[in-house]
């Protein structure tokens, strides 16, 4: 079964700072990976995906995504935050190939809640 | 945004009662998932379709039932909700064929009294 770790619950950075959040995960196979964000008492927003080639993905609102084959991560990075960006964000994973059970379900990670600070 | 509507919106009912919650697309996306989110748990899959009559269970299905007769249209039934099920339930569509990434609706905040 496929799986997703956000091992940060909370990532507090100064506005105009670089911010990473993290993500790790597990799946059969090579994965598609994908970054959600959510504000206050809305729906998620897609960011970013990665499918194939360049490890590093851009993304919506300058967030960037660096995938990590051998260290199973997929790190969502802006170089400089905004008050804006506080937000909760989602890492989410799926197997490339679409068999049966589990390939077919897109699994995401318990969110990060990222506050940005003036 | 992608056409995809929940409703209702918002939900309060008694312990023990049916509710069903509809997820609509107009898209023609084949799959379509239902989540729940809860503090310290992110989003959770209940079940999933991909493709009419064709549906699955995902990893919090206990309680739950699914139904799909049309491409557009996925419900989601608590036979007899308990206080458990207090949660934000969303829906969300995909064409995993197409490599596309999964649209979510606004979501339903159902409370169980």
């Known amino acids: 079964a496929q799986s997703v770790a956000q091992p940060e619950d909370q990532v507090n950075v100064a506005e105009g700072n670089p911010l990473t959040v993290k993500c790790t995960y597990s799946v059969s196979g090579n994965p598609y990976l994908f970054w959600y964000v959510q504000y206050p008492n809305r729906g998620l927003q897609f960011l970013l995906k990665y499918i194939t080639g360049d490890n590093l993905v851009k993304g919506s609102y300058g967030f960037e995504a660096e995938f990590n084959k051998s260290q199973t991560s997929f790190h969502l990075k802006k170089p400089s935050a905004l008050v804006s960006d506080s937000a909760l964000y989602f890492c989410a994973v799926r197997p490339i190939l679409i068999s049966s059970g589990s390939a077919r379900q897109l699994t995401f990670g318990s969110g990060t809640q990222l506050t940005v600070l003036p | 945004d992608a056409g995809i509507t929940q409703s209702p919106r918002h939900k309060v009912t008694e312990t023990g009662t049916p509710v069903t919650l509809r997820c609509h697309q107009t898209?023609?996306?084949?799959?379509m998932y239902w989540y729940r989110q809860d503090p310290g748990h992110g989003l959770r899959l209940i079940h999933y379709?991909?493709?009419?009559?064709?549906?699955d269970k995902g990893e919090v299905s206990d309680g739950y039932s699914v139904s799909r007769s049309k491409t557009e249209d996925f419900l989601l039934t608590l036979e007899s909700a308990t206080s458990s099920q207090t949660s934000v339930y969303f829906c969300?569509?995909?064409?995993?064929?197409?490599?596309?990434?999964?649209?979510f609706g606004q979501g339903t905040r159902l409370t169980v009294v």
């Open positions: 898209e023609n996306h084949r799959y």
């Open positions: 969300a569509i995909s064409d995993l064929q197409k490599n596309t990434e999964a649209f």
């Open positions: 379709s991909y493709g009419v009559k064709d549906t």
